[in-house]
């Protein structure tokens, strides 16, 4: 299995974790990268990095962020591998260790789920902020507002009315504008 396998692999695992926001691969300030990281409610992130041999994994533990793991961002982290490749006695303080197996992806060790710093957060508002910045850079000449305004667009052009199928903004369920729960799920 490729990197750019076990990547898409992760990033569906996140979606199936209940991460409603995912990413792969978007570099932020404190020059970590993750392979795959998603936000569930309540700003609970979950990092995911993708090992495909046992000296890329031994090579990570040299990285900034892992040297000094109030830099990482996640609240949970994992290493996903193949299965047999990293042992959990290997795994770093907190961390957790996702496998594939037969195509799936099992836990095979749990991850804590207060592992981000304040710092943490903080390169994980910029890690947001940079993606969405080349997202504006897409859409030029529109702005993103004007982007996720579309659905105003579409009614006027249609009398008032959205078109038939397209719901209303303020009636999409969208988790992340809910007030924060007592427990993170």
Not at 41 to 51: D, G, I
Not at 78 to 100: H, K, R
Not at 115 to 144: D, H, K, T
Not at 145 to 153: A, E, G, M, S, V
Request: neutral net charge; proline residues 5%.
């Amino acid at each position: 299995m490729t990197h750019a396998q076990l990547v898409e692999k992760a990033v569906r695992w996140l979606r199936g974790y209940r991460c409603g926001v995912v990413l792969s691969e978007q570099a932020c300030a404190s020059g970590e990268m993750p392979d795959a990281i998603g936000w569930k409610r309540a700003c609970h992130s979950v990092l995911v990095e993708c090992k495909i041999s046992r000296s890329d994994f031994l090579a990570d533990r040299a990285k900034p962020f892992r040297l000094k793991p109030q830099l990482g961002v996640g609240c949970e982290r994992f290493y996903l591998t193949a299965q047999g490749l990293v042992n959990c006695d290997e795994l770093p303080p907190g961390w957790g260790l996702l496998e594939c197996r037969a195509g799936k992806i099992e836990i095979v060790h749990p991850s804590a789920k207060d592992l981000r710093s304040a710092s943490g957060f903080r390169y994980e508002m910029n890690l947001l902020l940079a993606s969405l910045r080349r997202v504006e850079v897409r859409i030029e000449p529109q702005s993103i507002t004007d982007f996720l305004k579309w659905k105003n667009r579409m009614a006027e052009y249609n009398r008032g009315s959205l078109p038939e199928g397209i719901v209303a903004a303020e009636d999409e369920s969208n988790a992340f504008l809910e007030p924060e729960a007592s427990v993170i799920d």
